[in-house]
C-alpha cells in the first residue's frame, strides 16, 4: 500500500475532531492502524487514554466504526486470544484482532497475559502506543517510563529526583519471547509505520507485536504542535530506534549514521528539566549500551542464517 492511498483512498475508522488531548501521538497512530487494517478488525482497547478516545467515544457511541471492547487492565491479551479463536472456528481467518493498549497495561499489569499468550503462539496483534506512565489517571510512572522522568508516583523534591530505573525494553522481551512479528514504529516515521502494520496484517503463524512511541504533550510538558519532531528526535539520537524481528533475526528498518546527543531530546521535555548534566550523560551511557547491543543482533542475521 502506497503512503498517499492510506490516507486519500482509506476511510478513517475513528469518529472525526480530536477526542484526545492536543497533540496525541496515539490518537494519530490509532487512526493510521485503523486506516491499513480495515473495517474487517476486532479491537480491544483496556483502560487508559485511547480506551475514552477510541471505544467510549461521545453520546454513548463508539469512538470507532469497528466492534470494539474494554478489556481489563490484566487481561487484554487473553481476552482477545478467545475472540481470535472464536473467528478460527468460524473459518473467519482473515478477521484481525488486535489490541491497542497503554504501557501500565502492557508492560506491568497486562504482562503475564500478554507473555501468556505469545508463548502459546496466538495469533493477535498486539500493539503498546507507549508515553511513558498512566497518563489517563494523572501521570503515574510505569516500567516503561524513562529514568529520571518526574511524575506523581516520582515526583521531583527534597526526597525524590524522578524515576530511579530505566526503562524496561518491551521489544526486546517480546523479541526474546520469538513472536512471530515484532517491531518499533514512530509516528514520525509514517512509510516505516504503515510497511510495519501490513507485515502484521498477514501474519498467520503467531502473535505479532507492535511499539509505538508515542509522545505526550500533557505528561511530559513540551508544546502539542511539537510532538512530531519530539518523535523524529527520539530515533535520531537513538533513545528509540526502529527495528523489526521476524524469522528469528533482528533487522535495523532506519539507520541513524550520526545519532545526535540525547541532551537534545532531554533539554526539550519538561519532565526531564531538573536532571543534572551527570544524569543526563548517565542516559546517554544507557542509549549507547542499548545500541551497541542492537547493532550486535542485527549484525548476527549472517550468521544464523542456514
Known sequence: MKLSDVFWETEDLVSPGLSACPGCAAELSLRTVLRILGPDTILGIP?????????????????????????????TAS?????????????????KVVAFAGDGATADAGFQALSGA???GENIIYIC?????????????SSTTSKGSNTSTTPVGQLSQ????????M??????????YVATISPAYTQDFVSKVEKAAVVRN???????????????????EDTIS?????????????????????????AVSQPKPLAELIRRLGKFHHLTEAEIADMQDWVNHKTELLTRLFAAREDLAP
Open 47 to 75: 483502560p487508559g487514554c485511547m480506551a475514552g478516545a477510541g471505544a467510549v467515544g461521545w453520546n454513548r457511541l463508539s469512538g470507532v466504526k469497528v466492534p470494539v471492547t474494554i478489556p481489563l487492565l490484566d487481561n
Open 79 to 95: 481476552l482477545l486470544s478467545g475472540i481470535r479463536r472464536y473467528y478460527l472456528r468460524q473459518g473467519r481467518k482473515n478477521v
Open 118 to 120: 505469545a508463548e502459546r
Open 129 to 141: 502506543y507507549d508515553n511513558e506512565g498512566y497518563m489517563n489517571t494523572g501521570f503515574q510512572r
Open 162 to 169: 524522578g524515576k530511579t530505573q530505566h526503562k524496561k525494553d
Open 171 to 180: 521489544p526486546l522481551l517480546m523479541a526474546l519471547h520469538d513472536a512471530a
Open 206 to 224: 503467531g502473535l505479532v507485536y507492535l511499539h509505538v512511541f508515542s509522545p505526550c504533550p500533557t505528561g511530559w510538558h513540551f508544546p502539542p
Open 230 to 254: 519530539i518523535a523524529r528526535l527520539a530515533v535520531q539520537t537513538n533513545f528509540f530506534p526502529l527495528w523489526e524481528y521476524e524469522n528469528g533475526r533482528f533487522r535495523q528498518t532506519l
